[in-house]
T-cell receptor, first 113, second 114 residues
Framework: DQQVKQNSPSLSVQEGRISILNCDYT??????FLWYKKYPAEGPTFLIS???IKDKNEDGRFTVFLNKSAKHLSLHIVPSQPGDSAVYFC????????????WGAGTKLIIKP | TAGITQAPTSQILAAGRSMTLRCTQD?????MYWYRQDLGLGLRLIHY???????GKGEVPDGYSVSRANTDDFPLTLASAVPSQTSVYFC?????????????FGAGSRLTVL
């Protein structure tokens, strides 16, 4: 039973448009959420995070929205650029767990020129 | 470049053989982790170490062992490989616990068990 779900295995978006990647979770104890980005043959790299005390966090072209009542978060990328083509992983944790991140399966984002 | 070095990059291994995946970090991070990535499943934690001298089991520890003799090195050993251990393995580290700390990942080791 996956506690963190990314239901779209892939997403194709036109360059310059907005990319919206979605993530759902089932464990109401999660209080910290992160997005990582992964290029082929590389390890994941941290992109942006959000604490459960917030509903939005913004960093340049990247914004993460958290809807706790729906147990849903989304990553918005605007405008989308070719270099954004990658696999995006959503991860969640309980802050006092000390080591455990629960990961989604990832969404492959393809930015079309 | 500072970060995590994993070796080998890829390996084909006969079932029943043993294998050690190496991981070295130069950031003096306290915590280190081993994940496996399988299609459709995301990353799953195998073992972790919060500090040198200590280790712990993650979500999928069976068939794997780790050691943390010093801060920098965190090898992962498969004592007797099985085909279900075919995967891409990522080593990661963080300054503190993974809960609220950014993980730095290595480039991965692709292992195929035949």
């Amino acid at each position: 039973d996956q506690q963190v779900k990314q239901n779209s295995p892939s997403l194709s978006v036109q360059e310059g448009r907005i990319s919206i990647l979605n993530c759902d979770y089932t464990n109401s104890m999660f209080d910290y959420f992160l997005w990582y980005k992964k290029y082929p043959a590389e390890g994941p790299t941290f992109l942006i995070s959000i604490s459960s005390i917030k509903d939005k966090n913004e960093d340049g072209r990247f914004t993460v929205f958290l809807n706790k009542s729906a147990k849903h978060l989304s990553l918005h990328i605007v405008p989308s650029q070719p270099g954004d083509s990658a696999v995006y992983f959503c991860a969640a944790s309980v802050l006092d767990s000390n080591y455990q991140l629960i990961w989604g399966a990832g969404t492959k984002l393809i930015i079309k020129p | 470049t500072a970060g995590i070095t994993q070796a080998p990059t890829s390996q084909i291994l006969a079932a029943g053989r043993s294998m050690t995946l190496r991981c070295t970090q130069d950031m003096r991070h306290n915590a280190m982790y081993w994940y496996r990535q399988d299609l459709g499943l995301g990353l799953r934690l195998i073992h972790y170490s919060n500090t040198a001298g200590t280790t712990g089991k993650g979500e999928v520890p069976d068939g794997y062992s780790v050691s943390r003799a010093n801060t920098d090195d965190f090898p992962l050993t498969l004592a007797s490989a099985v085909p279900s251990q075919t995967s891409v393995y990522f080593c990661a580290s963080s300054a503190g616990g993974a809960g609220a700390n950014v993980l730095t990942f290595g480039a991965g080791s692709r292992l195929t068990v035949l």
